[in-house]
């Protein structure tokens, strides 16, 4: 009786808590749906909801609609994923796999790279890119990441790495003997077996380069080219009269991607930090 006395009160204890925690998030929605004016309301949800702060504010902007910033983030997106991927692992790949000169050297200074700061590389990076006339394109965002640099781009070959490491290496020599090439056993057994790393890596870029707000701010002038961050802050701008509920409600559509994201893919997420964390 003791014990499940003891269970109750520590389901009730998680309950309240999570209801505490969820509690931002829940006055985030009821204020996406209030006018102005009711926003001071104690109330957590409005009485008459404003469905078209919703409609309002995916227009809001002169000229443009939020479709189009929408189609510019998931370009950008898709585009640097693609070159993450690519890079991380090939780069991974050396470093967990093959035998070459100074190979402890410049893995030490990869290491290196890993400890210092972005904000220390802000303003050399934007002068590089100025020089190369490559404000107001994506450029600065898809090139650093060809080169398994940029955002989280060391990191990204650092967890791969130690997933690699823990791979049999007696499945090389297998493939070996088959008449595989180091390509060959790339493709065809270590990206196969790195699955969970490579989604944890797809997982960790897309959702950093989705909230880059300061990156999209310092390299894209054009509202053409415009992402949903930089648009968010349009809204905020352009009205003297500012309409909150509009402004909440962008912000809220414009986590949904990256939730959608975490929710599917949690599982492998979960999977590949775990795994990466005990081999090596």
């Avoid at 600065?140 to 060809?146: A, D, N, S, W």
């Avoid at 090389?172 to 890596?201: H, N, Q």
């Avoid at 002038?221 to 415009?226: A, G, H, L, P, Q």
Wanted: net charge neutral; hydrophobic share 50%; charged share 10%.
């Amino acid at each position: 009786m003791t014990i499940k006395w003891n269970q109750a009160v520590r389901h009730l204890f998680m309950i309240a808590f999570s209801l505490l925690m969820a509690y931002p998030v829940l006055w985030w929605i009821g204020a996406s749906l209030k006018s102005n004016s009711e926003l001071s309301s104690p109330n957590l949800f409005p009485a008459s909801p404003q469905w078209s702060n919703f409609v309002k504010g995916w227009n809001s902007v002169p000229g443009h609609s939020f479709t189009d910033f929408y189609l510019n983030t998931f370009g950008l997106e898709i585009a640097v994923l693609a070159v993450t991927l690519i890079s991380s692992t090939l780069v991974a790949f050396g470093f967990g796999r093959l035998n070459f000169p100074l190979k402890t050297f410049w893995f030490s200074l990869l290491m290196v790279t890993l400890m210092l700061p972005g904000q220390v590389l802000i303003i050399p990076q934007y002068a590089m890119f100025h020089q190369l006339g490559w404000v107001n394109t994506y450029l600065p965002f898809i090139v650093p990441h060809l080169l398994a640099s940029g955002a989280g781009g060391t990191f990204f070959v650092f967890l791969l790495i130690q997933f690699v490491r823990g791979i049999p290496k007696e499945l090389d020599e297998s493939a070996k003997i088959d008449g595989c090439s180091w390509f060959g056993i790339y493709w065809r057994i270590v990206m196969p077996l790195t699955k969970p790393a490579i989604v944890t890596v797809m997982i960790f870029c897309f959702l950093w380069n989705w909230d880059d707000f300061l990156g999209h701010l310092l390299y894209i002038n054009s509202v053409d080219k415009y992402t949903v961050g930089l648009a968010l802050r349009m809204i905020n701008d352009s009205q003297s009269g500012q309409e909150w509920g509009q402004l909440l409600a962008m912000s809220l559509v414009s986590i949904v991607p990256a939730t959608l994201v975490f929710m599917f893919l949690q599982k492998y997420f979960v999977e590949g930090i775990a795994t990466s964390g005990i081999k090596g």
